[in-house]
């Protein structure tokens, strides 16, 4: 797991991001453009996604308001302008959208984005609102490159992506509470063994990180990640969320305990409505 702390200005941190993504995913670049009001025209598509500000962006001879939380489609040749200055995560991709795909893709305000309940916000009254997806039944904007969801997440199952078959994946985080956090962990191979697992392992198993307002993390596949505690963020993936590519692990996170006597706070946290069987989404 990586972190740039981009509303505090991390140019480091966002730059091993940009690099480590990259060189994982060939095909794609990771830009970032703070307090800017107009992108330049290049030969290959982008999407450009709201972080801070809003006002009224052009795009070619398409306008929209915008705001946090929006996704402008950049065709290729296509300049960007804004009238006011905002922050926006690019991603230059390698297929253009489909024309059934508007090129502002607004989540609060486009009648085709509704609550869809499901993935890390399995609440009947969740916020999460798919922009970009990879099967029609989950939304109307189909893309395979890369898949987007808005989602306010509270207490998300422990869960990973493959390194064959799965996706990277991104939290730009909009909103969060005090003790919003995500728990990660290296050392799938150890938690999916917890018949082997020495009560020595246990605390270089998990790792928890506070999330804040601005913040880029970057899971790789195969990084175990948790969200909780609220937090509001763009979840993206690359390529797109293909379907039976979350594993979960609060099973085997259950079994490690039970098998150790682990309680109270030498107990490896999991989420428990999704440990009581094997969970893959």
Sequence with gaps: M??????????????????????????????????????????????????????????????????VGDILYLPPATSLSVDSLVDLLVFVIPDPLTEDIPNFIRPDWDPNITDSPGGCATETNAYRRILLTWEGKNGNYLYHALN??????????????????????????????????????????????????????VPGLMEETPLNVGDLVYLPRGVAHRGIDSVLAQVITVPGFIPGSEIGLDHHLKTINDNLELEGDQALPYNKEASQTAVIK
């Design 2 to 67: 990586q972190i740039a702390h981009l509303s505090k200005g991390d140019p480091e941190g966002f730059k091993a991001i940009q690099a480590s993504f990259q060189e994982r995913n060939p095909g794609y670049e990771l830009h970032y453009y703070p307090q800017t009001q107009a992108i330049t025209p290049e030969d290959r598509p982008r999407l450009a996604f709201m972080q801070t500000g809003g006002g009224t962006a052009v795009l070619g001879s398409d306008s929209s308001k915008v705001s």
């Design 148 to 201: 987007a969801h808005r989602v306010r997440i509270a207490n998300s199952f422990t869960h990973y992506h493959p390194k064959e078959g799965g996706f990277d994946e991104f939290y730009l985080v909009q909103m969060a509470r005090p003790k919003a956090r995500i728990i990660t962990s290296e050392k799938v191979d150890r938690i999916t063994a917890p018949a082997s697992v020495t009560k020595e392992e």
